[in-house]
């Protein structure tokens, strides 16, 4: 018979208790036992709520305080030693420091670093790794929850992180050519040991997350594979091996001649792979990841079964596991909570309770159990979701079937471009100018809530924006600088601001998602046709304009951002999306120059992060995405100067790409690094002008003068005076005044004493 399993649950809870317990327990509100007892609740209700739903296979383990890889760091003992000895136990305030650095009783030691979890975006813990580092099981987490478990009457399926994957997730520090993989021998004896304790409190099955088994690996990984279960598969606990996000492609053979139990195979991202792993299963039971984990679609029942019964004709139906896609972190808790959703929205969505019931109607329907009565609803609503007029909008789609490589141009080459801007702008040598947002400050926050609440009237907020505007208009021009900004206090969110304005857009009330530790991100779904109803941001870019007569600058976000950091429609490319949002940010750039607006940026944060897992699809997703930030970009005359903005700085890999977006403008992060990150643009050459951020935002530290005059000396030192602008590496809105207006005015006299240098130099 086959069984439906999960892979893992949101762990923050329906009403987001985690997170506000965590941060209690940070300010000192909470005691950590209060925090402990919080976790140990919402670990039962969850685990209640999977048995409830009739799952056979229930995970434990999966919840954490912060993040999962750094409970593998605690559980291997993997602590840097600027936190001081763990003595085979990490306390809960070392694990925060690592999570988050801690300033206490003088000491002062910084986080660990974060990055983003595979192509989704969730981040985690980066696990550091020095010569010489040892090993030891140094928190007993995962253990202590499967016997919690057991004690409520629940035999779970305890997860930990693979040691392959934990290892290649990890980054070396120290010597050069210290290669994570050799500290396999001395990371293996742990997992042996934790999986020896799960054995003996009676776990059968142990979930082993190997994600990177959807990478492109070397063949020192591939050997890794192969030692590393060669050892862990002897201990007595059968394993899931479990991979997900992608298809195993050239892995795939790797992957099913490891001596494990079990594989789990994401059949959603890559439903191509199912037969081939069957093909080559060797008698291990096959987990199906057939519900998506990652995104808020209902799942298509029928076709899903379908698929289902077609790999239990091949296989055998006692041999196939029922799953989600991965762990349902990724998803929204409970769609139930959405009250004020329409009902049609509605009946097209699963979240991550709704998945669950999904998983056991297609265990029960394989079983020739079929619930009639869901399964009938199911087809109904996605037959609605096909034909819905609410999603196919003729307008948008003709207007799609004209695009064409004309519309990715301008109107004249970059070089003739910039003369005309030049000519019209008439900026001095290396132009100030800033991201975009000034601090929202608690006010500001406080206006915006009272004025959604219906607590103060439209024209009372829209007098607190335009005085708040002009005030920061004044202030620019007082310290000189060259290209203002509107401050973008009007905007709660640099998506959600648009995804509001925009057809084909919808929000949740409560489809938080976990980010990184206590932080949760509430993304809007795309599930129709994307238009623009109206013009969106020239009401408050046109009145910034009116106040000065230096060029205030635009502010959108760029098409490949709105749809990264959206949950997107999954019944068309997702090309296809993104060149709808150009179209309709097309437009909004075309009515600011028609306002008389001659400068604007088009934010482009998560260009990088939207790369494919996989080097071989890098090409095609690079080729629309730029293509779609040229749409939305060249629907303008030669003189109107287009800026971007990336808050990142590796660029080496895609440096093409991100000349190709032809932009005038690209500002960068490259503060932090003290402009060694310019070393794409110069080796490429890049022919634009460029923005290297001198102005580290995400500190609260002030930058001095000098500091950074030495940062554009660098700048000027591999490039071309007419090619750099100055201005921070990203927006202002979480600072503080207090830090900001130290920090800019520093940052305006740099420019102009590094400008008055030039020009003497230029004149002698
Ligand atoms: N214009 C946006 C701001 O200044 C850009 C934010 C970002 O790059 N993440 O806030
Ligand atoms: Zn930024």
């Known amino acids: 018979m086959a069984l439906a399993a999960n892979l893992g649950f949101p762990r923050v809870g329906a009403a987001r208790e985690l997170k506000k317990a965590v941060e209690a327990y ?9 925090l402990l007892d919080t976790a140990k609740e919402l670990r039962m209700r969850h685990m209640n709520l999977q048995k409830n739903a009739g799952v056979d296979i229930i995970p434990s383990g999966d919840f954490t305080l912060y993040d999962h890889v750094l409970d593998t760091i605690a559980m291997v003992g993997a602590v840097p030693t600027r936190y001081g000895a763990v003595a085979g136990d990490v306390s809960l305030d070392t694990y925060f420091a690592m999570a988050r650095g801690s300033q206490k009783d003088g000491t002062d030691v910084v986080a660990m670093e974060m990055t983003k979890w595979f192509d989704t975006n969730y981040h985690y813990i980066v696990p550091e790794f020095r010569k010489g580092m040892k090993f030891t099981l140094s928190s007993r987490k995962v253990i202590a929850d499967f016997v919690e478990a057991k004690e409520a009457g629940i035999t779970a399926r305890p997860v930990i992180l693979g040691p392959v994957s934990f290892l290649l997730l990890g980054k070396c520090y120290g010597e050069d050519g210290l290669d994570a993989l050799s500290f396999l021998p001395d990371l293996l004896p742990v997992y042996e040991s934790v999986l020896q304790e799960l054995h003996a409190q009676g776990a059968s099955w142990v979930q082993i997350d190997e994600p990177c088994l959807v990478l492109d690996l070397s063949d020192a990984a591939k050997e890794a594979y192969k030692t590393a279960y060669a050892r862990l598969s002897t201990v007595g606990c059968s394993l899931m091996l479990t991979t997900y996000f992608g298809a195993l492609k050239d892995n795939l053979a790797l992957a099913t001649s490891l001596p494990v139990e079990g594989l789990h195979i994401d059949v959603v991202r890559a439903p191509e792979q199912m037969d081939d792993v069957l093909a080559h299963a060797n008698g291990k039971v096959i987990s199906l990841g057939i519900v998506d984990g990652r ?9 899903a079964l379908n698929r289902l019964e077609h790999a239990a ?3 055998s139906a006692d041999k196939i596991i029922i799953a989600p896609s991965c762990s349902l972190l990724h998803s929204p808790i409970d769609l139930a909570l959405e009250t004020d959703m329409d009902a049609e929205l509605k009946s097209w969505l699963a979240f991550a309770t709704q998945k669950l019931d999904e998983i056991v109607l297609l265990r029960d329907a394989l079983h020739g159990n079929k619930h009639v009565i869901a399964f009938s609803n199911n087809e109904a609503a996605i037959a609605d979701r096909q034909v819905s007029i609410r999603i196919h909008d003729k307008a948008v789609q003709a ?12 109107h004249s080459a970059f070089d ?36 959604k609440k219906g607590e103060i009237t439209e024209q009372a907020y829209d007098a607190f924006l335009e005085q708040a505007t002009t005030d920061v208009i004044r202030w620019q021009e007082e310290i000189d600088i060259d290209v203002p900004v509107h401050g973008e206090f009007e905007r709660n969110d640099m998506v959600e601001y648009f995804g509001e304005q925009l057809n ?7 489809g938080w998602v976990q980010s990184y530790g206590s932080r949760c991100v509430k993304p809007p779904f795309i599930y129709g046709d994307v238009s623009r109803k109206n013009p969106m941001t020239v009401r408050w870019s046109a009145f910034a304009q009116s106040l000065t007569k230096r060029p205030v600058k635009g502010m959108l976000t760029g098409p490949v951002t709105m749809l990264q950091w959206s949950f997107v429609r999954d019944d068309q490319p997702r090309s296809t999306t993104c060149k709808q949002i150009a179209l309709a940010v097309r437009d909004e750039v075309v009515d600011l120059e028609q306002a008389g607006i001659t400068i604007i940026q088009i934010d482009e944060p ?6 494919p897992l996989r080097h071989a699809d890098w090409k095609d997703y690079l080729t629309w995405a730029v293509e779609s930030f040229r749409i939305s970009a060249a629907g303008v005359q030669d003189e109107t100067q287009i800026h971007t903005h990336m808050c990142y700085s590796e660029f080496n890999d895609i440096i093409h790409s991100i000349a190709d977006l032809d932009a005038d403008v690209i500002s960068i992060e490259t503060s932090r690094s003290a402009m060694e990150l310019l070393d794409a643009f110069v080796d490429f050459k890049y022919p634009n002008e460029i923005g290297p951020g001198v102005y580290d935002i995400h500190s609260p530290r002030v930058p001095s003068q000098s500091e950074m005059e030495h940062l554009l000396q660098k700048a000027l030192d591999v490039l071309k005076p007419e090619q750099i602008w100055v201005n921070p590496d990203c927006g202002l809105k979480t600072r503080g005044w207090a830090e900001v207006r130290p920090a800019l005015e520093a940052m305006v006299a740099a420019a102009k004493a590094q400008r008055q240098q030039i020009e003497k130099s230029q004149a002698a």
Do not use: C, V
């Not at 207007?399 to 301008?410: F, I, N």
């Open 26 to 34: 940070w300010k000192g509100a909470l005691s950590s036992t209060a």
């Open 295 to 303: 995104n808020i679609w209902k799942t298509d029942l029928s076709k």
């Open 313 to 315: 004709e091949r296989y």
């Open 399 to 410: 207007r799609m079937a004209k695009l064409s490589a004309k519309d990715t141009e301008r």
């Open 416 to 451: 003739d471009r910039i003369e005309k801007q030049r000519t019209a702008l008439n900026l001095p040598l290396l132009p100030t100018t800033t991201i975009g947002s000034f601090p929202q400050t608690q006010e500001i926050r406080a206006m915006r809530a009272k004025f």
């Open 504 to 510: 084909g857009y919808a929000f949740t009330q409560h």
């Open 606 to 611: 998560a260009l990088r992060e939207g790369l």
